[in-house]
Every structure is written in structure tokens, then in C-alpha cells.
């Protein structure tokens, strides 16, 4: 994580003769878009707009959680919310925010993408031993709107969605 720095001088006066150091302190953290992000913050995001019941509405724009930014009501504009993207990318773009992994490799705040069509955001595996269900965080449609809810596997791959890992995720 980049820190932000400012510039404090310190000057020194012995008789004519002065010397001035530079000290870098930290400024105060303001909340970072487009960079780093922990797997927690992600899924609180997540949380934060299931608990708000966020409906969906590709023509309207909801505030994320510290009304930092306003993200698209619609399922790419929810994950570039949780993933504290800079603006909210469509799912033809996201790929370019992410890079695909094994199903087998999916952890809370990685995504489902089928390219111009849909995304959601994993949470965690029903079961770890099989891997054969899992929970996701979706904003599909205005007959569902925000919702956590159950997906398998087969039926996700069969129907052309692909795990996807945000490149700035961290771990936390």
C-alpha cells in the first residue's frame, strides 16, 4: 500500500549558519480507489449493500459504503464497488481490472465473470472438502435485486463464468 506523505521542514539556526532537514511524516489515510484492497473490506462492501437492499437499476447510482464514490446499480457496478474501483467498469471491462484463476482457487471478494453479460462476487465455499457449491453476492436483476444466495459449480461453468481475482486483492 502506497502511504502519502508531506513534507515537514525542520530548520536548525546556530549563530548565521542554518541547516534544514526534511522530515516525512504520514499524512492522515484517506480511503484509496484503484489500488490495494483486503479480502475483508471487500466482502463488508458486499455486505453493506445487501444490508441497504440496493435495488437494481442500471440507470441509477448508489454511494458505497463511505460515500466516497457512487457505483452503477447493476452487477458489474456492484463489484467495482467492492473492489473500490475508480470508476464502475462494465463486464466487458473488469477482465482488464482482474486475471482469471482456478475454480478451485476462489476466495471471498474474487469474482464470476461471464464477459458482457453478468458478475458476481464469491464469498465462501458451502463445502470446502467438495467445492461443489459455493455463496455469492449478486445484483442481477430488479425481480431480485441485492442478494446473497447458493450456485454450483457445473451450472456456473456450463454457463460460460469464469473466476476471476482482482490484481490489487489482498489478504485481510
Same mark, same amino acid.
Given at each position: ?45 458486499? =455486505? ?7 435495488? &437494481?437499476?442500471?440507470?441509477?447510482? #448508489?454511494? %458505497?459504503?463511505? +460515500?466516497? /464514490? ?57 463445502? =470446502? ?7 455469492? &453476492?449478486?445484483?442481477?436483476?430488479? #425481480?431480485? %435485486?441485492?442478494? +446473497?444466495? /447458493? ?22
Amino acid at each position: 500500500m502506497r502511504a502519502i506523505f508531506r513534507n515537514l521542514v525542520v530548520a536548525v539556526v546556530v549563530g548565521v549558519t542554518a541547516s534544514v532537514a526534511v522530515l516525512q511524516v504520514p499524512a492522515a489515510a484517506a480511503p484509496a480507489y484503484g489500488g490495494d484492497v483486503k479480502r475483508s473490506i471487500v466482502i463488508n462492501r458486499a =455486505e453493506n449493500w445487501l444490508d441497504r437492499h440496493v435495488p &437494481y437499476d442500471v440507470g441509477a447510482f #448508489a454511494w %458505497d459504503i463511505n +460515500r466516497g /464514490r457512487q457505483y452503477r446499480q447493476d452487477s458489474s457496478g456492484f463489484v467495482s464497488m467492492t473492489w473500490k474501483l475508480t470508476t464502475s467498469a462494465t463486464t466487458r471491462t473488469l477482465g482488464g481490472y482482474s486475471h482469471e484463476i482456478d475454480w478451485n482457487d476462489l476466495l471471498p471478494g474474487d469474482a464470476l465473470l461471464n464477459e458482457g453479460l453478468h458478475v458476481c462476487l464469491f464469498d465462501a465455499w458451502v463445502d =470446502e472438502g467438495t467445492k461443489a457449491d459455493f455463496w455469492v &453476492y449478486e445484483l442481477r436483476d430488479a #425481480a431480485s %435485486d441485492m442478494r +446473497r444466495h /447458493r450456485v454450483n459449480v457445473r451450472s456456473a461453468r456450463s454457463d460460460g463464468y469464469r473466476p476471476m481475482r482482482y490484481d490489487h486483492i489482498v489478504k485481510g
